[in-house]
T-cell receptor, first 107, second 112 residues
Framework: AQRVTQPEKLLSVFKGAPVELKCNYSYSGSPELFWYVQYSRQRLQLLLRHISRESIKGFTADLNKGETSFHLKKPFAQEEDSAMYYCALKQGGKYIFGTGTRLKVLA | NAGVTQTPKFQVLKTGQSMTLQCAQDMNHEYMSWYRQDPGMGLRLIHYSVGAGITDQGEVPNGYNVSRSTTEDFPLRLLSAAPSQTSVYFC???????????FGDGTRLSIL
């Protein structure tokens, strides 16, 4: 069955430290993966998707088909990065979301 | 454009009551979805629609009905509310399969 796993419920890092939010998936076809972010009191919004190969707000994510992973990384965390992050897999007309990781960046 | 609008923002129901959560989008998006967000469970898909007149079940459809009479609206109905349906409900839409989802602000529903 297709699923998305985010093993960490909470990740706390100090400002300026590197960040890696883990995401693993299981999918039999060619995956389309996304990272969504929800800042406090804001709507859930798209952060980035693997097909774009872009860097948004300093975040990048590389699809590793061998390890079936799509980890989200940022070299230097900032306080405004504190939010809830969801990894998602698109399957046809629907998305499968992970359970989310809350990132807290400490001053 | 208002984007995706959900009403109400908050609601408290008694067990057994029925309720319709409204979702409207003004972006002429074909795809619309309903999710529930629960602590430790992430977002789980309840129902989705790929166009007017077409709906399909997601991961947790039991206890919920949907319809898609128009492109703009995608209401979610709770026929007989149960405490297990206490959650935050999010509606999302996207133009087509290749476009990102736009989410509403959510509806916080408590069932006593």
């Amino acid at each position: 069955a297709q699923r998305v796993t985010q093993p960490e419920k909470l990740l706390s890092v100090f400002k300026g430290a590197p960040v890696e939010l883990k995401c693993n998936y299981s999918y039999s076809g060619s995956p389309e993966l996304f990272w969504y972010v929800q800042y406090s009191r804001q709507r859930l919004q798209l952060l980035l998707r693997h097909i774009s190969r872009e860097s948004i707000k300093g975040f990048t994510a590389d699809l590793n088909k061998g390890e079936t992973s799509f980890h989200l990384k940022k070299p230097f965390a900032q306080e405004e990065d504190s939010a809830m992050y969801y990894c998602a897999l698109k399957q046809g007309g629907k998305y499968i979301f992970g359970t989310g990781t809350r990132l807290k960046v400490l001053a | 454009n208002a984007g995706v609008t959900q009403t109400p923002k908050f609601q408290v129901l008694k067990t057994g009551q029925s309720m319709t959560l409204q979702c409207a989008q003004d972006m002429n998006h074909e795809y619309m979805s309903w999710y529930r967000q629960d602590p430790g469970m992430g977002l789980r898909l309840i129902h989705y629609s790929v166009g007017a007149g077409i709906t399909d079940q997601g991961e947790v459809p039991n206890g919920y009905n949907v319809s898609r009479s128009t492109t703009e609206d995608f209401p979610l109905r709770l026929l007989s509310a149960a405490p297990s349906q206490t959650s935050v409900y999010f509606c999302a839409s996207r133009a087509n399969s290749n476009q990102p989802q736009h989410f509403g602000d959510g509806t916080r529903l408590s069932i006593l």
